[in-house]
């Protein structure tokens, strides 16, 4: 068994001004990453309007599969023309950790 974690720091447009409209460009992002069936969440930035942290994770039987869906979600992420990403980071855990 294998998990992947991944965690996605954004830049928010200038018009998120509230937590309101902080929410109206996280929500589709953090919907558009669960068709991956994976769990994602904002997992941080929780409370500052201009930036976000977005969280992945999965588990999967091969670390080829983690890497080819996690893959696919930063690129979903870094192709959203609305925010800037800023920093990735990525975990990989198997049986031996």
Do not use: N, Q, W
Not at 13 to 23: E, F, I, T, V, W
Not at 35 to 49: K, P, Y
Not at 65 to 92: F, Q, Y
Request: aromatic share 4%; with cysteine; hydrophobic share 45%.
């Amino acid at each position: 068994m294998y998990t992947g974690t991944v965690v996605f720091d954004l830049l928010l447009p200038g018009d998120s001004r509230s937590l309101k409209a902080k929410r109206s460009y996280v929500r589709p992002i953090v919907a558009a990453l669960r068709r991956f069936e994976v769990s994602a969440a904002e997992v941080g930035s929780l409370d500052l309007h201009g930036r976000a942290r977005i969280g992945v994770a999965l588990v999967a039987s091969e670390p080829a599969h983690v890497g080819t869906v996690l893959d696919a979600c930063e690129r979903l992420v870094a192709g959203r023309p609305e925010i800037e990403l800023l920093s990735v980071r990525r975990r990989l855990h198997g049986e031996e950790d």
